[in-house]
């Protein structure tokens, strides 16, 4: 069996998928929109655990390695606020 291969010249190379196999989630899309000086409430009712805060600290730590952002996240009695901050 013979498999023959056709040389084609001038086919664009897509543009590569940085958002994964599943894409991005909510506040990870809230998080990479984010320009220098801007903030977010991420509201979680009856007030943020470690678990939550442990997430987001997370998510913003990610988005940081990959970009170079900086982010600043806090706990708040209504939720977390994320700021990026360079």
Known sequence: MTTEF???KGVPIPAPNLKGKRGPTPKGAMVASLEVGDSFLF??????????????HALTQ?????FGYTYVVRKLEDGMRVWRTA
């Open 62 to 66: 990610s988005y940081s390695r990959k």
């Open 43 to 56: 509201p979680i009712e009856g007030g943020p655990t470690r678990t939550d805060a442990s997430r987001m």
């Open 6 to 8: 056709k040389i084609e």
